[in-house]
């Protein structure tokens, strides 16, 4: 099991930046990918960006690339999500999950094994 803890998320407004933090802790963090997803009301969760195992590898949605920078450090057992330039339709409920095959990136919800509980994030017009 790996329990997942996100942080960082508020009110900004546009244009502005904000950065997630995602806490783990049980087994090994660098045995797994990591990926950042958001729910926003009415709408499924949607894939913004994942990182490779050892961080080498980075993949974001078109909707954030360039904005938003996916990173982490294993030896703190945290992955993080820096996003600048926010922009209304950012705002969502953001989710932080790990993947057991750490080989790979996957862009998938259903292929992500442990999930966090969220962090909100609203920007304002």
């Known amino acids: 099991q790996v329990q997942l803890v996100e942080s960082g998320g508020g009110l900004v407004q546009a244009g502005g930046s904000l950065r997630l933090s995602c806490a783990a802790s049980?087994?090994?963090?660098?045995?797994?990918?990591m990926g950042w997803f958001r729910q926003a009301p009415g709408k499924e969760r949607e894939f913004v960006a994942a990182?490779?195992?050892?961080?080498?590898?980075?993949y974001y949605a078109d909707s954030v690339k360039g904005r938003f920078t996916i990173s982490r450090d294993n030896a703190e057992n945290t992955v993080y999500l820096r996003m600048n330039s926010l922009k209304p339709e950012d705002t969502a409920v953001y989710y932080c999950?790990?993947?057991?095959?750490?080989?790979?990136?996957?862009?998938?919800?259903?292929?992500?094994?442990?999930w966090g509980q969220g962090t909100q994030v609203t920007v304002s017009s």
């Open positions: 049980g087994r090994t963090f660098s045995n797994y990918a």
């Open positions: 990182i490779s195992w050892s961080g080498g590898r980075t």
């Open positions: 999950a790990a993947d057991q095959n750490k080989w790979v990136i996957r862009v998938a919800p259903g292929l992500y094994d442990y």
